[in-house]
């Protein structure tokens, strides 16, 4: 029996090989070091145990790791660009060609004993801010009952701390299918389920709480629309002692589509459509003052309003200022038209790089926030499960280097009905309620948390975006002029990424020491 250390920024593949003997980690306090083991010539359960000198770290967790079959590699989602590039251009930059099985899922390990089938292991050591700065060695151990495999493990800790305040804003719709966590007819394990994964988005450094529609009810009395807010203010209540601080409410048409009759008209274009959304903005405003929460609340309008549907949205835009003036508003947009509406435009990478001349006459002196989705495809940065997984780190470098200190995403754990995403990540974009598009979701797309009876699971891609987030708060803590300079050794100026970890390291290290001299 053999353990073999592999870096936590690169793909563990079922046939990978060539580990090291040792695990050499860097980084910084208030944070954690990572490894991931592949198990050689494992016949039986084991159990595990570690030890550093002096008992230096407590707080250390062991975790499974599960198989992914990426079932089709990424595809050309990308309607609002020229396809400039071919077929075989974009396959340059898969990681392996599909179908072909990857690790990702992070199952925690309960106890001491890892118990059979498995064959790969995540160990996090979490590093508190009080650690001193310096060398710590320790070994990690498995006992067969027959035998015992070593790997030594030495984390140096550098003088560089992340804050506990963050600068950076992190958005991912976080609204579970029911059904794949066993609680499609069981409120109370829903209600379990989508507390356990805002636990996993705060550990990533996700502050927003996405507030979906499926947390708002409503009741018709006559002519009128009574919404219940009970819901809502008991998970915002929760969330918010987990240390998350903005509300992110969902899209104002879709909660007013959502929620109608069927058989009542409730289009924006119509003037009964704007009365009634009115009526609901109403409620909610009273609501929203009525906990003092108005200075926290971002609210969503319309999502990514096109140059055919701006003027749509910009009559949805002028009745939530109407009704709630003093709110923010925060949308992705697909058009610099819409930006004039929105306090906070959300932009996607690729198509403000297209179009950033128009967008950045629209956007001068607002906050401006980034967003991924099904595009765009690499070589630029996204979070799919065929591109290199440092990319999920990197993404809050190009938040750094775009001066935009937000991001979002849609699919935190939004697998499609009867989607299995541990073996259909990449599914017909159709089946996400769009059936003119024949185009396909990338794998890993629709989540980034994964489903199980018992709760949701994070995941490798996850611990990078918390990584990135971290590593955005110490660039934010450098001079400027040396923060650019580091994040243009990773970042060129076509926004794509120096994705060799060997290349990453020397750069991460660079970081570590340059905030360890700030100390």
């Not at 935009?404 to 989607?419: D, E, I, R």
Request: hydrophobic share 35%; net charge negative.
């Amino acid at each position: 029996m053999q353990i073999k250390a592999y870096g936590a920024e690169s793909w563990l593949f079922p046939n990978s090989c060539g580990g090291a003997d040792k695990a050499e980690l860097h980084t910084a306090r208030n944070s954690y070091a990572n490894v991931q083991l592949k198990v050689e010539n494992l016949k039986k359960s084991a159990v595990w145990s570690i030890e550093f000198e002096g008992n230096a770290f407590t707080d250390i967790r062991l975790y499974r790791l599960l198989r992914v079959t990426v079932n089709r590699n990424s595809d050309f989602f990308e309607p609002l660009d020229t396809k400039s590039r071919t077929r075989a251009e974009l396959e340059k930059y898969f990681t392996k060609k599909a179908p072909f099985e990857v690790y990702d899922p992070l199952e925690p390990i309960e106890g001491k004993t890892v118990e059979l089938p498995w064959d790969a292991l995540y160990l996090s050591v979490k590093i508190p801010t009080n650690t001193a700065p310096g060398c710590y060695k320790g070994v990690f151990r498995l006992f067969d009952g027959a035998e015992t495999a070593e790997l030594p493990i030495e984390i140096k800790v550098y003088g560089a701390a992340v804050p506990t305040e963050r600068r950076l804003n992190m958005a991912n719709w976080t609204e579970p299918s029911p059904a794949a966590y066993g609680a499609a007819e069981n409120p109370d394990k829903m209600r379990e389920t989508r507390e356990k994964i805002a636990l996993l988005g705060r550990h990533a450094g996700q502050n927003c709480i996405f507030v979906s529609t499926a947390l708002f009810k409503c009741k018709k009395t006559g002519d009128e629309y009574i919404y219940d807010f009970s819901e809502v203010e008991n998970y915002v209540e929760r969330l918010l002692k987990m240390g998350y601080s903005r509300i992110e409410a969902a899209h104002v048409d879709s909660i007013y589509r959502r929620l109608a009759e069927p058989t009542e008209q409730m289009s924006a274009e119509t003037d009964t459509g704007i009365f009634r959304i009115k009526e609901f903005l109403t409620q909610w405003y009273e609501f929203l003052s009525s906990r003092g929460w108005k200075n926290i609340t971002l609210q969503h309008i319309g999502d990514e309003p096109k140059d055919a549907t701006a003027e749509r949205y910009a009559r949805l835009s002028a009745a939530v200022k109407e009704i709630m003036p003093d709110i923010t508003t925060v949308d992705a947009v697909l058009t610099p038209a819409a930006c004039k509406y929105v306090d906070i435009p959300v932009l996607l990478t690729r198509h403000y790089q297209l179009h950033k001349k128009e967008y950045d006459r629209e956007i001068s002196g607002k906050e401006v926030w980034f967003y991924t989705c099904c595009w765009p495809t690499a070589p630029y940065l996204n979070r799919f499960l065929d591109m290199p997984l440092i990319s999920a780190r990197l993404i809050h470098w190009l938040n750094y280097k775009l001066g935009m200190n937000g991001y979002l995403h849609w699919g935190f754990c939004s697998q499609a009905k009867n989607q299995d995403v541990y073996k259909e990540p990449s599914v017909p974009f159709k089946i996400m309620g769009v059936p003119e598009s024949r185009e396909y979701l990338p794998a890993g797309d629709t989540n980034i948390v994964y489903p199980t009876q018992n709760g949701p699971l994070g995941s490798a891609r996850l611990e990078m975006m918390r990584a990135g987030a971290e590593d955005y708060e110490l660039l934010c803590g450098l001079d400027k002029a040396a923060a650019a300079a580091l994040t243009d050794k990773l970042i060129n100026a076509d926004w794509c990424a120096k994705t060799d970890t060997a290349g990453f390291e020397k750069v991460h290290i660079e970081l570590l020491e340059a905030c360890g001299n700030n100390e």
